[in-house]
């Protein structure tokens, strides 16, 4: 408090300035119009200037909540639309949509994948397929109590069905052992004509993934000893994927258990 | 000071337009080596009086007192410089008295300005009107300084306490 005093007192001119100046100043305001128009415009930009500010400010510190319930609506969304949506093979019921948030990302040559924060006892299986809104990540290949590991689309392990959208005939993705960041498509049909900047996106030929998930860009097509390479850029960024989606569809485990038992 | 102001100053017009302000006089001379705060005071009490006699509605408080903060920070400076008081200005030889008074006038008025248009630019058109203004200000105080307030031969023992 007598910290407080000394310092008033030390700097007592510059405060009584500041009163002195304050009555002037309205004075101003009140007697003389342009001049007190112009004060009125400044100030309310000041102040305006200032909210602004202070809400951005507000914002950023709510964007966590803010991006939780923007990730929790598209979940929503996903599921009202690849349930109402008829699929390709006709397979009724559908595709259940859960959010999850990438927490590692290893980038060994030989073993790309992604560690999400959700596990088996939030319902996640083995061979579930994960996408975020670009496109198609990858597939479940290990579970723990909180989290998974998922095999990403650039993994020499991983290989899904693509297709032409609207079109019949289907080609399979490999990694490239070259170049990382790009995918081979392999067996695609003779007669099915690509270029370059088509999209493929998945066939839905395994219930990992719905038909029509994007998954990359034809970059380049090549013709070499009567083979055709083509080169695909995924939509994904593989070196950080994100907030993705976990797949899970009702019926797998039937048509799979079908497969095992022929 | 003010009295002669309402009487004589507010007929008295130069060019049709520019009125000098007689009551820059006690701003200009009022002693420096008085407390801070009765400087500010006094300036704020004139720059009040000035505004009621022109109907200027604050234009001239926000002048006066910002005007003797700057004074006062100048003589403190100028004190600190010399590392003894310096003299008042009546005190001063003609030629330093005369661009004292002259600058402290285009000070004033340049204030009266900038508060009236609150904008550098308005205010930098407005620069030859700012000139006469304080040059008929300054120079009306200093003929009568020089003609009844200092000696012709500087008689230092007839000058005022100011």
């Known amino acids: 408090m007598l910290a407080l005093v000394r310092f008033f007192y030390r700097t007592h001119l510059i405060w009584l300035y500041l009163l002195y100046m304050s009555i002037a100043l309205f004075m101003i305001g009140n007697n003389r119009q342009i001049t007190g128009f112009k004060m009125h415009r400044f100030w309310m930009n000041t102040t305006a200037g200032i909210r602004q500010k202070l809400n951005g400010i507000n914002q950023y510190i709510h964007l966590r909540k803010e991006n939780q319930k923007l990730l929790q609506e598209n979940q929503r969304l996903y599921n009202i639309i690849y349930r109402s949506e008829p699929l390709d093979n006709n397979i009724p019921g559908g595709y259940r949509f859960a959010e999850a948030h990438t927490v590692y990302v290893g980038n060994a040559r030989s073993d790309r994948f992604i560690i999400i924060d959700k596990g088996s006892e939030d319902g996640v299986k083995i061979q579930a397929g994960v996408i975020n809104p670009n496109g198609v990540v990858g597939i479940v290949s290990e579970t723990s109590s909180h989290f998974s590991k998922v095999l990403l689309t650039n993994n020499p392990q991983i290989s899904i069905d693509v297709k032409l959208r609207h079109k019949k005939g289907y080609g399979f993705t490999q990694a490239d052992h070259i170049f990382h960041r790009v995918l081979r498509v392999v067996d695609w049909p003779e007669n099915l004509k690509l270029s370059e900047d088509d999209t493929l996106v998945t066939g839905g030929l395994s219930l990992i993934f719905p038909p029509n998930i994007p998954v990359g860009r034809v970059k380049t097509i090549r013709y070499r000893n009567n083979r055709t390479e083509i080169i695909l850029q995924p939509f994904v960024n593989l070196n950080d994927p994100g907030f993705v989606y976990i797949l899970t569809h009702p019926l797998k485990e039937e048509m799979q258990s079908l497969i095992h038992e022929n | ?162």
């Open chain 2, 1 to 162: 000071m003010i009295l002669l102001d309402l009487v004589w100053s507010t007929n008295m017009n130069v060019y049709w337009a520019y009125t000098p302000h007689f009551f820059l006089f006690i701003l200009l001379f009022f002693p420096h080596d008085k407390p801070g705060w009765l400087q500010l005071s006094i300036g704020f009490v004139t720059g009040l009086i000035a505004d009621i006699i022109y109907y200027t509605g604050g234009l001239f408080t926000a002048s006066s007192v910002t005007y003797m903060l700057l004074r006062l920070v100048l003589f403190r400076f100028l004190n600190k410089q010399k590392k003894r008081p310096v003299g008042r200005p009546l005190k001063w030889p003609v030629p330093t008295f005369s661009i004292y008074l002259f600058a402290s006038s285009l000070i004033f008025e340049s204030l009266v300005y900038i508060f009236d248009q609150t904008k550098m630019s308005e205010w930098i058109d407005q620069g030859l009107p700012v000139l006469i203004q304080s040059a008929s200000t300054a120079f009306l105080i200093w003929i009568i300084v020089i003609l009844f307030i200092r000696p012709a031969h500087g008689n230092v023992s007839k000058l005022p306490s100011l």
